[in-house]
């Protein structure tokens, strides 16, 4: 429990370091609002033209007796574009971390220097083009591996009671967890770390990437607090980055006494 309490705090450090930094939280939402106009635009063609598809798409319920073709088609209508909402949902944070890979670098970079003991950040040492193109296939294998986990715990959800009750929970926390892997990716792959080693770096701290992930997803459901959450979500995972390697943080120290002296 104290991991779920560290990863909170951690998202809330985020936070309040880009509002203590306003250039940065400023050149941060750019890449945000440019992903949020690409998927809005996504979804109402969804809406407008997703039934259209799913008549194009099932031309053998055009012999179907009234009502059947119009429910059976109704329904797959909304399941596409849940299954488009629930998608956007995942893979946002992915695909602004790719859109705004030079931003949230420069951003990550800028907390670690900030709170380094000797004032430096790691450098990756690769051309902007080879970090993008690393970028870009990392993201696709996570967004590979949410995508097979959005259709799983879908179908589970139309197991009765579970489905409405525990399955989004567990969504919640799966998303969590690809959103902290996802936010993490930009300082880690700065200092070499490979996907591998990343995954089982979150996997051995679970409840930290949960503490911080979990919450994040529950306000990346509303697609405008996503994009002001970025920046500062950026600067969180960089922090945690951080303690995942062990890395001493300027401050650790006096944040730890006083906590301990909240407590007491």
Not at 144 to 156: D, K, M, N, S
């Amino acid at each position: 429990m104290r991991d779920l309490g560290a990863g909170f705090r951690y998202l809330l450090k985020g936070q309040r370091w880009v509002a203590r930094h306003g250039k940065q939280f400023g050149f941060g939402l750019l890449p945000g609002l440019i992903t949020l106009v690409l998927y809005v635009a996504a979804l109402v063609a969804l809406a407008l033209w997703g039934e259209d598809f799913v008549t194009w798409a099932t031309p053998f319920a055009d012999d179907w007796s009234s009502p059947w073709a119009g429910l059976f088609r109704g329904f797959l209508t909304v399941v596409l574009f849940a299954l488009g909402l629930l998608l956007s949902v995942l893979t946002f944070t992915a695909v602004t971390l790719l859109i705004g890979q030079p931003f949230y670098e420069n951003l990550s970079e800028q907390v670690d220097r900030d709170v380094s003991p000797d004032g430096t950040a790691p450098e990756s040492g690769l051309s902007l083009l080879r970090e993008l193109w690393i970028s870009a296939c990392d993201s696709l294998r996570i967004v590979v591996r949410a995508l097979v986990w959005a259709v799983l715990l879908f179908a589970l959800g139309f197991v009765p009671v579970l489905g409405q009750t525990v399955v989004p929970v567990i969504g919640f926390f799966v998303t969590g967890f690809f959103l902290t892997e996802e936010l993490t990716a930009v300082a880690l792959q700065r200092r070499g770390v490979e996907v591998r080693e990343r995954l089982g770096l979150l996997r051995s701290r679970k409840t930290l990437v949960w503490g911080f992930g979990t919450p994040l997803a529950v306000a990346f459901l509303v697609p405008f607090v996503a994009v002001f959450l970025m920046p500062g979500a950026v600067a969180g995972a960089t922090l945690m980055a951080r303690e995942l390697l062990g890395e001493e943080t300027a401050g650790d120290g006096a944040e730890e006494s006083e906590e301990e002296g909240a407590r007491s």
